[in-house]
């Protein structure tokens, strides 16, 4: 099998003057300048005896992927491409930095923060995919693929299990102590290279690590760990005489994964990394990542990847999905429910991102379950919608209803907190009493589900972020159903084409940390994602042409009207939130 493959990178252009940066949820960590330009990189993979649509694989320096990034994004394409292209092969995935920028999105929550959706920030954004797409088609050449897997050496400081308890209510996996968080994860590096004339010129690398080297304080646009790492690949590259090569780092499940350490003294390391400490401690993470990938091509024969390329996607309302009793441990009544964010995600993580104090969790919580009781009252009127709730949402004590707009049972805009408490409360009780958020949904439901296939490789494009053991049972039970065959293998790859948090095992969930609290569709969530991505593999084995279009079940547009109304919010002060 032989391939043409192109790639392209493009700065993406956006000046910092004073947004809030999306990853972190502080209002006070806005960004007024650049230290390392943020980057979208992309991929074209055509198959030289096919006139069958290329893959298409655009990664970007960013916090998260957002519907209406990949509308803008396949809105162009069609209109340059035509029939040449097909979204079931268009993959746009990010690196995950909490040091980009916000305002991206046409739902309510993840743009609170910036303040409001900004235009312009979304513009840029498409703008740079579209040209690191064009310069990709455009380059195609004849290229060798190989894949290679190697574990990154327990020694090697890059990452921690950030949330041991959840982690350790697994019952597949081997418990671990404080002392060894670097070894509760998968220190597996997947590597995908692009060879002419025997020489790598361009590198995929797949490994699950948290973009969070750069704390909250600082106040400049940069790709964290994982922008460090592709500019050191691609730096070494040129000085092995690769001309404009590409080196994209892109995420495997990094849900629980921290590249701060975890352990005795976590807090007190951490808070000894300060401004450019900070900046010093991602440049070193991300160099050792890239050096692992280099070593990678230099130490291991790679495995050839030759067969067809393919690609599906789907639409799928995650808010309300039976599950398999195949993933449900059995039940046959377990569903998934509207998005509710817990206690546990506004109180943050303790050494990545701190939340709010301990002392308001504490009250957040009493307040919950006071709530849940009424709900669940005899004779309540909404008792039988209560039920179905807290039966999805299980030991999650919920804030935020964000299904229903509400906070602790209060519509949006008569949260009884005083403005001057918390700026996002007052923001968020301000865009409700303009009515900008009436109809627009508070983060995204209904979600893209995609698998691509790369000759012996098959890729599980997941949204959101899993943790090690969600992610290693996704693949799973997507390999079970492709089925798999000899040298196949099947990889994830997460924060692909849209975001709406969290997704944890069942067992991880009632720990309610900050990954089950952000696990907003419930407690069987993981399992909704295992039967629907199931149920997407089966569509391999229809031709192309008889699949429904990817677009059928997308999201209804958000109103044009609420949009504007919390579009380029006049930027306030550096008020810091407690959540």
């Not at 806005?30 to 198959?47: E, M, Q, W």
């Not at 968080?181 to 025997?198: E, K, N, P, V, Y």
């Not at 704390?215 to 690949?233: E, I, M, P, S, T």
């Not at 095992?505 to 940390?513: I, L, N, R």
């Amino acid at each position: 099998m032989e391939y043409q493959v192109g790639w392209g990178k493009r700065e993406i252009h956006i000046t910092g003057c004073g947004y809030a940066m999306h990853g972190y949820g502080q209002p006070g960590h806005r960004a007024t300048g650049t230290r390392n330009p943020l980057y979208a990189r992309s991929l074209a993979i055509a198959d030289l005896d096919s006139d069958d649509a290329p893959l298409l694989y655009c990664c970007l320096d960013l916090g998260y992927v957002t519907h209406a990034m990949r509308q803008g994004v396949v809105t162009g394409l069609r209109e340059s491409l035509g029939e040449a292209f097909d979204e079931h092969r268009l993959v746009l995935t990010c690196t995950h930095t909490h040091s980009g920028p916000g305002g991206c999105a046409h739902e309510g929550l993840y743009n609170l923060v910036t303040p409001g959706f900004v235009p312009a920030h979304l513009e840029a954004v498409v703008e740079a995919a579209l040209a690191s797409l064009r310069a990709a088609l455009v380059t195609r050449k004849a290229t060798d693929i190989q894949y290679r897997s190697s574990q990154v050496p327990d020694p090697v400081p890059v990452a921690w299990n950030r949330s041991l308890k959840a982690y350790n209510r697994n019952p597949d996996v081997a418990p671990r102590d404080a002392t060894q968080t670097h070894l509760a994860l998968d220190r597996t590096m997947h590597l995908i290279s692009f060879h002419r004339q025997g020489r790598v010129r361009a590198l995929l690398s797949l490994f699950g690590v948290h973009a969070t080297c750069l704390g909250n304080q600082l106040a400049h646009y940069d790709g964290d760990n994982k922008g460090y790492a592709a500019l050191h690949a691609e730096m070494q590259l040129q000085a092995d005489g690769v001309s404009e090569p590409v080196a994209i780092f892109a995420q495997g499940a990094a849900g629980d994964v921290s590249p701060h350490y975890h352990g005795p003294g976590d807090r007190k390391r951490r808070r000894k990394l300060r401004g450019e400490a900070e900046y010093a401690y991602a440049r070193k993470n991300g160099e050792a990542q890239s050096e692992h990938a280099l070593a990678m091509l230099e130490a291991e024969s790679g495995q050839a990847v030759s067969g067809p390329l393919d690609g599906v996607l789907t639409y799928v309302d995650m808010s309300d999905q039976a599950v398999s009793p195949e993933f449900a441990g059995g039940s046959r009544d377990a569903r998934t429910s509207a998005p509710c964010h817990g206690v546990g995600f506004f109180l943050g993580t303790p050494v990545d991102g701190p939340g709010m104090p301990a002392p308001l969790g504490f009250a957040a919580r009493r307040l919950a379950r006071a709530q849940r009781r009424r709900s669940l009252k005899p004779g309540s009127p909404r008792q039988a919608q209560a039920q179905a709730l807290y039966a999805s949402q299980g030991a999650k004590d919920i804030l935020l209803n964000a299904g229903e707009k509400r906070v602790l049972g209060y519509a949006l805009d008569r949260i009884p907190l005083p403005d001057l408490a918390d700026p996002l409360v007052a923001e968020l009780k301000r865009q409700a009493r303009l009515g900008a958020l009436t109809e627009s949904p508070m983060v995204p439901s209904v979600l893209p589900l995609q698998i691509v296939r790369l000759g012996n490789l098959r890729l599980v494009c997941a949204p959101g972020e899993f943790t090690t053991v969600a992610g290693r049972r996704l693949v799973s039970a997507v390999a079970t159903a492709l089925p798999l065959e000899g040298s196949e293998r099947c990889l994830i790859n997460t924060y692909c084409n849209d975001y709406m948090g969290y997704v944890t095992t069942f067992e991880e969930y009632q720990e309610q940390a900050y990954e089950g609290g952000h696990t907003v569709y419930g407690q069987w969530t993981l399992g909704a994602f295992q039967t629907a991505f199931t149920r997407l593999a089966a569509t391999f084995n229809t031709p192309p042409s008889e699949r429904e279009p990817a677009e059928k079940n997308a999201p209804p547009p958000v109103l044009n009207s609420e949009l504007a109304l919390r579009s380029d919010i006049p930027v306030r002060g550096r008020e810091m939130s407690s959540g």
